[in-house]
């Protein structure tokens, strides 16, 4: 899932990052998951990394970088892989947007989009620059979410591995069949202060194999 090419950085090698909230904990990890929507390795898979602390929490940019969409009509940003029209065309024609998360993409500056789904409300708007550790929402559970939290995820836009869409979840939402493929970003953040998980969780690991 490293992408060894000239366009984007070894995650290994990524400084800058901190954690999106100042006082949370790990609900769920990267990696495989029974309640993930994506496909790796034949097993169901999560994507991100939720984090969560209470609702209506400040979070923060995890990295310094250019707001590329903060709001709920996010699906350009954030790595498909294929059209996105007839997702569109189910949103428009059931008036269905309000049932996504509340979202904050960042172009990191690194090579990296950051991905801050699930808030209550955002404090950024397109095109703002903002610094490490600044606020650009509110922790919430907007989407299909149980509860209030941050799914922080990482991914690269010149990554050449994909994630699998689940086929249920794909015939349901009419999104395309693959994603650009994520990274842990527990590889790019600072040991949790507090050590407060939810786990015990599987140390980090630069990439799941991928395959078609």
């Given at each position: 899932?490293?992408?060894d090419?000239?366009?984007?950085?070894?995650?290994r090698?990524?400084s800058?990052?901190?954690?999106?909230?100042?006082?949370?904990?790990?609900?769920?990890?990267?990696?495989?998951?029974?309640f993930?929507?994506l496909?790796?390795?034949?097993?169901?898979?999560?994507?991100?990394?939720?984090?969560?602390?209470?609702?209506?929490?400040?979070?923060?940019?995890?990295?310094?970088?250019?707001?590329?969409?903060?709001?709920?009509?996010f699906?350009?940003?954030i790595?498909?892989?294929?059209?996105?029209?007839?997702?569109?065309?189910r949103?428009?024609?059931?008036?269905?947007?309000?049932?996504?998360?509340?979202?904050?993409?960042?172009d990191?500056?690194d090579?990296?989009?950051?991905?801050y789904?699930h808030?209550?409300?955002?404090?950024?708007?397109?095109?703002?620059?903002?610094?490490?550790?600044?606020?650009?929402?509110?922790?919430?559970?907007?989407?299909f979410?149980?509860?209030c939290?941050?799914?922080?995820?990482?991914?690269?836009?010149?990554?050449p591995?994909?994630?699998?869409?689940?086929?249920d979840v794909?015939?349901?939402?009419?999104?395309p069949?693959?994603?650009?493929?994520?990274i842990?970003?527990?590889?790019?953040?600072?040991?949790?202060?507090?050590?407060?998980?939810?786990?015990p969780f599987?140390?980090?690991?630069?990439?799941?194999?991928l395959?078609?």
């Amino acid at each position: 899932m490293v992408a060894d090419g000239p366009y984007a950085a070894d995650p290994r090698h990524l400084s800058g990052y901190r954690w999106p909230l100042a006082n949370g904990f790990i609900t769920s990890p990267f990696g495989p998951s029974p309640f993930g929507a994506l496909i790796v390795n034949g097993q169901r898979f999560h994507d991100g990394l939720d984090i969560a602390s209470f609702c209506g929490d400040t979070v923060m940019a995890a990295h310094s970088g250019f707001v590329l969409t903060a709001g709920r009509r996010f699906d350009p940003f954030i790595g498909w892989i294929g059209s996105l029209a007839p997702h569109t065309r189910r949103m428009n024609l059931g008036n269905l947007w309000n049932e996504l998360p509340i979202t904050v993409i960042i172009d990191d500056g690194d090579g990296y989009r950051a991905i801050y789904a699930h808030l209550n409300a955002v404090a950024v708007k397109p095109g703002q620059w903002v610094r490490a550790g600044q606020r650009i929402g509110w922790e919430g559970s907007t989407g299909f979410a149980t509860g209030c939290h941050v799914h922080f995820g990482l991914f690269s836009p010149f990554e050449p591995g994909r994630f699998k869409l689940r086929p249920d979840v794909q015939h349901r939402t009419k999104y395309p069949r693959w994603e650009i493929a994520r990274i842990d970003p527990r590889l790019v953040l600072p040991p949790l202060r507090h050590g407060r998980t939810a786990g015990p969780f599987p140390s980090p690991t630069p990439s799941p194999s991928l395959g078609p």
